[in-house]
């Protein structure tokens, strides 16, 4: 019995024009994925994708968890591939969900014809085969309302396809279709889930990092790449960019008054992102602010953020609050990494009492005490570079912008 994946399609059915770019940039992302786990022929036709074993060491258990985390995927299922006839497909049935059957005491069949050729319809081809079922199964009954199991038959251009319950997919669109961002990424609990939520819809990330030794230890990076590891299982491949700011933030303690500190780096940070952005192909920038979670996002504070950043500034998270992000963190697998206690480059000279309400005017007269573009150029004379893929952290060259 030939098993295969077929793997549904999520809101990519709903494009017009351009569906087919959609579907071909998911087919690569899903050969691309699947490479490091033996050799599958991975082919699409009616709103479906096929992916079949290729070789011996293709694994169709693995393949299964990687289609999970592939966005663009609405959902997912293993199937037994039979030909097209009738008896075939009754005895593959009875055989293929075995299992299923014998756990459950309700179940109905679902019949999908899409080859008008095959001489019974959708409902006959249901009705055949539900009635085989119960012939070989004598505990079961039919509920066509609220099935514990739905068997689904698919009648389709080259075989037809059996199986059960299919799995939800990430949703989403295919990474790659919705443009190129630079996330800056902290080693807590939100970045890494705005990262998340913006590759979901079809964004590829580029990462950004700010790291202040020696007030910030390796250690502290080693966990941000570590989150960005989990991310890339979803987002795929991409590089992070780590600066060094420790001089800036100096300058911003002695120069600035202490309420100003966040503000004026968070706006340091901006600039800098910006740069690094521009000249890496992204077109908007990702924070994973959430509104009035601190003092600097508010919207005042955020209004000041925003006026230092050139590009667009997505902040997935900003309507979100705590107890859900918590949670999609656990969904992704990054809370217990984002938990772990390292210093982040923020927690250094925090001010105690911040100033909620910045005005823009007020942090730019406080901001001119510094040499904010020779500052920024420093920072970018020399950004470390690494790539990251689920399997691997690979170092690359240092970058200056
Ligand atoms: P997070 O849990 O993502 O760290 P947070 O609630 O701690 O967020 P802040 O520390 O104020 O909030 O940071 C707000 C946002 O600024 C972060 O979500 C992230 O996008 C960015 N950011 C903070 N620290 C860094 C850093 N060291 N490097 C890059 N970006 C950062
Ligand atoms: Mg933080």
């Known amino acids: 019995m030939e098993e295969v994946l077929l793997i549904k399609l999520g809101e990519i059915v709903l494009k017009g024009l351009n569906r087919k770019t959609f579907e071909q940039v998911l087919l690569k992302n899903i050969r691309r994925r699947l490479a490091p786990r033996g050799e599958f ?15 011996p060491e293709a694994d169709l258990d693995l393949a299964e968890e990687k ?15 039979v030909e097209k006839e009738i008896g075939a497909i009754q005895r593959a049935a009875a055989e293929y969900l075995k299992n299923e059957l014998a756990g459950v005491s309700t179940f109905k069949v679902e019949g999908k014809r899409s080859d008008k050729k095959f001489p019974l319809t959708s409902m006959e081809a249901a009705a055949q085969v539900g009635g085989y079922l119960l012939s ?16 689904r038959v698919e009648i389709r251009e080259e075989a037809a396809y059996i199986h059960g319950a299919p799995r939800p997919g990430a949703g989403g669109l295919p990474v790659g279709t919705g443009g190129q961002a630079a996330i800056l990424i902290s080693g ?14 079809g964004v590829e990330l580029t990462a950004i990092h700010f790291a202040s030794p020696p007030y910030t230890s390796e250690r502290a990076e080693m966990k941000v790449q570590e989150l960005l590891r989990k991310v890339s299982e979803y987002s795929g491949r991409m590089k992070m960019y780590t600066v060094e700011i420790a001089h800036m933030q100096e300058e911003i303690r002695d120069k600035c008054p202490e309420e100003l500190f966040t503000i004026i780096m968070r706006r340091f940070m901006m ?23 601190v003092a600097s996002q508010t919207i005042q504070a955020i209004a000041c953020t925003d006026a230092a950043a050139e590009m667009p500034v997505f902040r997935p998270l900003i309507g979100t609050d705590k107890a859900e992000i918590v949670s999609l963190s656990h969904q992704i697998g990054t809370f217990d990494i984002s938990i772990e206690p390292y210093e982040d480059c923020c927690t250094v000279f925090t001010p105690r009492h911040p100033r ?43 970058a200056s912008f």
């Open 271 to 293: 600039r800098a992102s910006t740069r690094i952005a521009e000249k890496t192909g992204c077109s908007a920038l990702i924070t994973g602010e959430s509104l009035g979670q």
């Open 41 to 55: 022929t991975v082919t699409s036709a009616q709103s479906t994708i096929y992916v079949k074993p290729a070789s």
């Open 188 to 201: 807590g609990i939100d970045s890494p889930v705005a990262a998340w939520m913006m590759a979901r819809r």
């Open 67 to 81: 289609a999970g985390k592939i966005f663009g995927v609405i959902a997912y299922a293993r199937a037994c591939a």
């Open 356 to 398: 909620t309400r910045p005005s823009l005017p007020f942090v730019e007269k406080a901001e001119a005490a510094l040499d904010v573009q020779a500052l920024v150029d420093e920072c970018l004379e020399s950004v470390r570079c690494v790539e990251i893929t689920p399997e691997r952290i690979y170092p690359a060259e240092t």
């Open 136 to 151: 070989k199964n004598p505990h079961l009954s039919v509920d066509v309302h609220n099935p514990e199991l739905t068997v």
